[in-house]
Structure formats: structure tokens, C-alpha cells
């Protein structure tokens, strides 16, 4: 080799690595820059993602106070006493110590502040008339419900208070404020292991909630419960925020790939070294064949750990709601590839309302389940702000809309139904046709083609259209995705419409059920025609479905703890069990309900008892619930007394709650809210 050919030869090597050098560089602060934006998204997605469940469990405690107070008013207002503002707010802050609040106050119907724990303030507002923190509470003026705010400055006084209210039925509300070391103190065990197997990027990461001293509540690891925060070390990305008075804190690793975009670009500059070893030296055919292999290796696994993710972000647990008699629902989603843009949801909006849906994102593969984890997010912290569904669509489509250079778009069916009514509101936004299931078949199984809007993430600004059904207990609706009508066969033929409603019809007719405890026998078969049909040819799209059954409310009243609330109880079961038309139980029924409350009177010293009544549909039979605020109590805990032994070496009691138990079909104890509650299925 000459002299100008090695000249040459050396030029064109520190071109080459000059280029390959400058390119990493500019590679590495870029990626640099990615990771740290990254890392702000997956933080801000997170404290939303938790903040919306400790704020739901916080309003759930504070409105359960509110009820309280709400009681004890109605006492209290018949005292001679009531109309005495000094003596009133006495009374009000001794009630409001006693149930853990700072605050009592009640608004009469045209939105005065009659009465207040805090005597300097009866008078001084009206709800209707005042702006800011306080005019929120004026829907509680004209609706019958409940309302709770977030943590925030109060109105009057600057300091950090959380307010709720409940309606009352002769007008006007009752409100409790509580200051930030009240709200943990009543909300503690409700939020106390939120966040066990919650972890963030990894195993290593993880949420931790704390009591104001650092104590640990929530952790990412159950059991975990109990030490005292400490700041991790320098190999995690963390931050710190106040959610309801409750320090959060949300800690991951800095290696994870998910924030670490540097081992990205070290990787791809290893590539683009081997790529170039290649094309000066034919040695870099078995470093190039290496690199691939492990490529394939790492996409492979990447492809296995966005199945898990994906598969982890929709529920899988059946049945759900593990003491909810309302309703049963259950889904299942088949995906044509590792991932698919399918997914399916339910969850409380409210504690008597469950919203469900199915969407369909367009294309297939990760770009779709990118979208798709999305767009699930989107609609769910949508729904739970409270909003009909019409305007939640609205919202859901202008976020979805947004920075969306890939045109992706998604078609959803959503409802919301009312689990003490049976009332479901409902929106389709260009989704197929669920189809209505009656109870009593006859030929009322029907597609509801109520009309459509357009996709989410089309274009923002659409609006959407709500439409109303009512289902009867044992009536259901089924939900899917067009990867159950649109499978073809091998001469192109598809599923179709018709078909899946003859399906379904032939097999109900056939005694297939639709829920049968933690499965779907419907579903299954279903799928299984599906696929059938299509036998010659791979499955072409996502197949998802969702059925869900509406059991009804029941009926539940409340008792005093003494003979006279037994005798009223048993009276109304009398009432009940004509009204329902529960044949041939009636004394069962009847004996079940005097021994469970006879140990409520004689036993619990609680201050009431609750009796609720409600249809079994499948199998056809009673439920009984009985709740008490006494003393923790499991009667299945009770050994059984030895019959065979004569009366006068048997211990006292125990025969009544054996007799209960061999006349019921099944029974089953806990201990909820301070209350005991023991379920009977006769």
C-alpha cells in the first residue's frame, strides 16, 4: 500500500470515527433530554393515577362522617337548646371531636349558615350567594346528593380544610370541614396498603404513603406496612406530593429503559461500531449475526413484557366486586398478535354506580396498545370526574385528538349503570352494536342501534349523544369488538351480526350461562364458534367481549336494637316476602331472623341493626344481610355445641347459630367500617 493510500485510508478512518463520535454525542444529549421529559410524564401519569384513589377513599370516609352528623341533627334539633347560637356550636364541636372532624355546620334551604361549630361564623355566609370555596356546595341546595371537595384553603380563613356535605330532606345540607391531620387520621386505614403490588418501572419502584411523622402505611410490598420513610439513594428517581394530607411518594429506578434513554444510545452505538467493523472487514459478518440474534433475543422479550403489561392494565379477577349482589360481569379479550389496540374495563364512579365499556384502536401491534394504554387511561380519569357520559366522550376525544401525529383513532361503547335503579346511560362513539340479553328470552334479545358517534381522536371539537335503557333484574348486555363479527372463513365469508345473534340466543335457549361465578361459559362458547368458523384462516383481528347481569338493589331498612325492632323487623319481612313472592320460606326465613338478631339485642351492644332483603336469580332463592355496630363479632367462628351430649354438660349457646347454619345455604361474616356484616343465603 502506497503512501497516499494509507493517507487516504487513515482520512477516511477519522472521518468515519469523527462522525461516529459527534453522532453519539448529539445521540446522547437528545436522549438525554427524552428521559428527563419521560420521567416527568411517568411521574405526573402516577400521582394522578393514585391521587384519584385516595381521594375517592378520603370522600368515601368524610361523607360517611357527614351521614353521622346528619343523624345526630335530626336528635339534636328538637332540643330546647337548638336555637341558643352559643350553646348549639357548643354542642356541634363536642359532636364534631367525636366524630374525628374539625368542623360542623348546617345550611338551611335558601343556603344560610345557621348553625356551626365555629360561632363566630353563624350568619356570616350563604352558600348561594357567596363565591369561591363555599358556592360549590350549592348543588347540595338543589339535588339530593352528596358532594366532597379536595384539600384546599378555606373560604373565611386561609387554612388548608377539607369540606363535604350531604343533602338533607327538608331542604338545606349538612357540612364537615376537617384540617389535614384530621383527614389521616379517619382516612388512615382506608388508605393504609392502596399501593401494595403497585410498583413503578420495575420491581424495584414502587408508591409509599406516609402518616405526617413519616410513618409508612402504604407500600409497594405487602407487609411492608409499618418502618419509617427514608430517602432512597442516589440509584432512584423520586418525588414527594401532598395528596389529601397524605405525603405521597413515588420512587423508581434509574436504570429502568422506561427514563434511562442513555442505554439506548450506548446500545445503538455499539450497532453502528459493528456496522461499520462490517463494511472494513469481513470478520464483522460474525459480530453482525451475533448483534442480531441478541436483537432478536431483546425484542422477543420486550414483546413479552408489553403482553404483561398489557394483559395487567384491564381486570382480571372474577368476579370483580367480591360483595357486590347487584350485578355479575365478566370479559375476556383473545389478541391476534404478542399485543392488541383491545381493551375493556369497569370500575365505581360512585358507591351505587359502575361504569363498563369496550374500545376498539385502530391498526394492530405496539403502536395500537400504545394508544390503547392511552386512551384507557384517558376515559377512566375522565369518568371519575363525575361529568355525564356525553361531556366525558367530548373531553376523552379533544385529549385523544391532541398530539396525535399517528392519526390513531379508537371506537369505544361505554355505559354507566345504576346499580339501585337499573338505569344504564350510555354513549357509542362509532363502536359496534351491543346487544340487549332479556331475562325471559322470547325473543327480546336485540341489537341497540341507538345512534353513533365518531371514533375518539378523529378531530377534537365532536360532540356525542346519551341514551337511556333500563334493565330488570336478570337482564343483561353483551359487548364486543368487530374481531368477533368480522372473522372470516376460508372462502372470505365473515362471522357477522346475524350469526352472533343466533349464536347467543341458541345457546341461553340451551341453558349456557352467561356468568357462572369466576367464568363465562357464554363467552367461552362464543369465541370458540368464532374461531371455528374461521378454521381455515388465522384469526384476523382482537377479539374481545363483555357481558354484564343485573341482579337488583334489594331492599334494606334500619331497626332499633330491642325487642320492639325484632318485632318490627319481622313484620316487614312478613311484607316483603308477599311482595316478592318467595314461596315455601317463610318460616326458614323467619327463624334465620330471630336468632341472628336475638345476639344482635342480647350481645353486640351496638346502637342499631340493619336488616337487607334481596331476590338470588340464579339459583332462585334469599339473600339476608344483617349489620351492626357492636362489638366485632364472627358467629362462624363459634364451635358448634355437641348435641350428643346431654343438656346439662353442654355449654350455654351456640345452638341458634347452629340452626342457622344448617338452614341456609351458605353463610358469610365481616367486619366492614366498624360494622359487622353477616350474610345468610337461604
Known amino acids: 500500500m502506497t503512501r497516499q493510500q494509507k493517507f487516504l485510508v487513515f482520512r477516511l478512518l477519522a472521518a468515519v470515527v469523527t462522525a461516529f463520535v459527534a453522532s453519539m454525542a448529539l445521540n446522547w444529549i437528545l436522549h438525554g433530554h427524552i428521559a428527563d421529559r419521560e420521567r416527568r410524564k411517568l411521574f405526573e401519569k402516577v400521582f394522578y393515577d393514585v391521587g384519584s384513589d385516595i381521594r375517592w377513599r378520603v370522600d368515601v370516609r368524610m361523607i360517611r362522617q ?34 374525628g372532624v374539625d368542623e360542623i355546620c348546617v345550611a338551611d334551604a335558601d343556603g344560610n349558615l345557621t348553625h356551626s361549630a365555629r360561632r363566630e361564623e353563624v350568619g356570616a355566609l350563604n352558600f348561594r350567594t357567596d363565591k369561591g370555596q363555599a358556592h360549590e356546595f350549592v348543588v347540595l341546595l338543589d339535588s339530593e346528593t352528596e358532594f366532597a371537595q379536595p384539600l384546599m384553603p378555606n373560604s373565611l380563613r386561609g387554612e388548608m380544610v377539607k369540606y363535604v356535605g350531604v343533602w338533607l330532606p327538608d331542604g338545606g345540607f349538612i357540612q364537615v370541614g376537617a384540617s389535614e391531620k384530621s383527614v389521616r387520621n379517619l382516612a388512615r386505614t382506608s388508605v393504609t396498603g392502596i399501593t401494595n403490588d403497585w410498583h413503578v418501572s420495575g420491581e424495584d419502584g414502587g408508591i409509599y404513603i406516609t402518616t405526617g411523622n413519616g410513618t409508612v402505611i402504604s407500600h409497594p410490598n405487602e407487609g411492608g406496612e409499618g418502618g419509617v420513610w427514608t430517602e432512597p439513594s442516589e440509584d432512584f428517581y423520586w418525588e414527594k406530593r401532598m395528596i389529601e394530607g ?10 429502568t429503559s422506561v427514563v434511562e434513554r442513555r442505554l439506548l444510545v450506548a446500545t445503538s452505538a455499539v450497532i453502528n461500531c459493528i456496522a461499520l467493523v462490517f463494511a472494513s472487514v469481513l470478520a464483522g459478518l460474525v459480530f453482525a449475526g451475533f448483534a442480531k440474534e441478541r436483537m432478536r433475543e431483546r425484542v422477543a422479550k420486550d414483546m413479552a413484557m408489553a403482553t404483561n403489561i398489557q394483559e395487567n392494565s384491564i381486570p382480571r379477577v372474577f368476579p370483580p366486586f367480591a360483595n357486590e349482589r347487584r350485578m355479575d360481569i365478566f370479559a375476556t379479550m383473545h389478541t391476534a398478535r404478542d399485543v392488541g389496540g383491545d381493551f375493556y374495563d369497569f370500575f365505581f364512579t360512585a358507591p351505587s354506580k359502575v361504569a363498563f365499556l369496550v374500545a376498539d384502536v385502530s391498526g394492530k401491534g405496539v403502536p395500537a396498545a400504545l394508544f390503547m394504554m392511552r386512551a384507557k387511561a384517558t376515559i377512566k380519569g375522565e369518568t371519575q370526574s363525575g361529568l355525564p357520559l356525553d361531556e366525558v366522550m367530548a373531553r376523552v376525544n379533544d385529549a385523544l385528538s391532541r398530539d396525535n401525529d399517528a392519526n390513531m383513532f379508537v371506537t369505544a361503547w361505554m355505559g354507566v349503570i345504576d346499580l339501585e335503579t337499573g338505569e344504564v346511560t350510555f354513549v357509542n362513539a362509532g363502536h359496534n352494536p351491543p346487544i340487549f340479553l332479556d331475562r325471559l328470552g322470547n325473543g327480546g334479545h336485540k341489537f341497540l342501534r341507538e345512534r353513533s358517534g365518531m371514533m375518539l381522536g378523529a378531530m377534537p371539537g365532536l360532540k356525542y349523544r346519551l341514551h337511556t335503557l333500563h334493565l330488570s333484574p336478570g337482564d343483561m348486555l353483551y359487548l364486543y369488538t368487530d374481531g368477533i363479527t368480522e372473522q372470516p372463513d376460508g372462502k372470505g365469508e365473515l362471522f357477522g351480526e346475524d350469526r352472533l345473534l343466533f349464536a347467543i340466543g341458541t345457546m341461553l335457549s340451551a341453558g349456557v350461562d352467561a356468568i357462572d361465578g369466576a367464568k363465562s361459559p357464554l363467552l367461552a362458547a362464543i369465541f370458540d364458534d368464532v374461531i371455528t368458523h374461521g378454521a381455515d384462516v388465522e384469526q384476523a383481528d382482537d377479539c374481545t367481549q363483555l357481558v354484564i347481569r343485573y341482579n337488583g338493589a334489594g331492599e334494606k331498612r334500619r331497626f332499633t336494637v330491642a325487642q320492639s325492632g325484632i318485632a318490627e323487623a319481622s313484620a316487614w319481612l312478613d311484607e316483603w316476602i308477599e311482595k316478592a313472592e318467595v314461596d315455601g320460606q317463610s318460616a326458614a326465613l323467619h327463624v334465620i331472623l330471630d336468632e341472628i338478631c336475638s345476639n344482635i339485642v342480647k350481645h353486640s351492644g351496638a346502637s342499631y341493626f340493619e336488616l337487607g332483603l334481596s331476590r338470588i336469580l340464579e339459583p332462585s332463592g334469599v339473600r339476608m344481610e344483617f349489620i351492626d355496630d357492636g362489638v366485632a363479632y364472627n358467629p362462624l367462628s363459634h364451635e358448634d355445641p355437641d348435641t350428643t351430649l346431654p343438656a346439662s354438660k353442654r355449654p350455654i349457646g351456640g345452638l341458634g347459630i347452629m340452626m342457622v347454619k344448617k338452614m341456609s345455604s351458605s353463610m358469610d361474616y365481616e367486619r366492614v367500617h366498624d360494622c359487622n356484616m353477616l350474610t345468610v343465603v337461604k
Not at 337548646?81 to 356550636?89: C, I, K, L, Q, V
Not at 397524605?246 to 436504570?255: C, G, Q
Request: no cysteine; glycine share 0%; charged share 35%.
Open 246 to 255: 397524605f405525603p405521597v411518594y413515588i420512587v423508581f429506578p434509574r436504570h
Open 66 to 99: 357527614a351521614m353521622l352528623a346528619r343523624d345526630r341533627y335530626y336528635e339534636m334539633r328538637k332540643e330546647p337548646w337548638w336555637n341558643d347560637p352559643d350553646e348549639s356550636s357548643r354542642r356541634l364541636r363536642v359532636l364534631a371531636n367525636d366524630l
